[in-house]
């Protein structure tokens, strides 16, 4: 089944302590990305990449890094979470840019 | 900047009614436009894509429309249905960039009651 998967899917977490939140996808897509949706603000973009090892800022990249080592991997890492982090977390892929966008469950994340 | 807008905010309907949800954006320069479905505390589901030279697309009871010149985009939900309630989530798609990048509108949560 072609899809996204992300994981965890439910993290609370300290200020501080560094975590990876994995994504891979199965279609062989190119487009690979990152969002984040919080209330009133809706979905915004993290950061993006066009293929291995290409990646770059989106809207709101501060204090996230990604990478970008295999087609179908693209992890989020915050180095030192901070609570406005606290948000729910989207990854994306897509064949094209133009290319209908498959997006994966979500990992609903909780910095304390 | 682009900016996506969507009305109403929320829509309540009993089921069986036909319904028209909004969706605008200020700048025309784009590669396509996506209609999404969210359920609550899921993911994105992909509904509709129109892509810019399109005016239309169709799926089961939904059909989607793009006035590009208006900056304009519609969802139509025909014989709506309980299991229609969601938030639907329309985003574009910027032209004028390098990459790929949708800008969402923050959504339209519709509740069909039965």
């Known amino acids: 089944e072609a899809q996204v998967t992300q994981n965890p899917r439910y993290l609370i977490t300290v200020t501080g302590k560094k975590l990876t939140v994995t994504c891979s996808q199965n279609?062989?897509?190119?487009?690979m990305s990152w969002y984040r949706q919080d209330p009133g603000l809706g979905l915004r973009q993290i950061y993006y990449?066009?293929?291995?090892?290409?990646?770059d800022k989106g809207d709101v990249p501060e204090g996230y890094k990604v990478s970008r080592k295999e087609k179908r991997n693209f992890p989020l890492i915050l180095e030192s979470p901070s609570p406005n982090q606290t948000s729910l977390y989207f990854c994306?892929?897509?064949?094209?840019?133009?290319?209908?966008?498959?997006f994966g469950p979500g990992t609903r994340l909780t910095v304390l | 900047k682009q900016e996506v807008t969507q009305i109403p905010a929320a829509l309540s309907v009993p089921e069986g009614e036909n319904l028209v949800l909004n969706c605008s954006f200020t700048?025309?320069?784009?590669?396509?436009l996506q209609w999404f479905r969210q359920d609550p505390g899921k993911g994105l589901t992909s509904l509709l894509l129109?892509?810019?030279?399109?005016r239309e697309q169709t799926s089961g009871r939904l059909n989607a429309s793009l006035d590009k010149s208006s900056g304009r985009s519609t969802l139509y939900i025909a014989a709506s249905q309980p299991g229609d309630s969601a938030t639907y989530l329309c985003?574009?798609?910027?032209?004028?960039?390098?990459?790929?990048?949708?800008?969402f509108g923050t959504g339209t949560r519709l509740l069909v009651s039965p």
């Open positions: 129109i892509q810019s030279s399109q």
């Open positions: 700048d025309s320069a784009i590669y396509n």
């Open positions: 990449s066009m293929n291995v090892e290409v990646t």
């Open positions: 985003a574009v798609q910027r032209m004028n960039t390098g990459f790929q990048k949708l800008v």
């Open positions: 994306a892929s897509s064949d094209r840019v133009a290319d209908e966008q498959f």
């Open positions: 279609m062989n897509h190119e487009y």
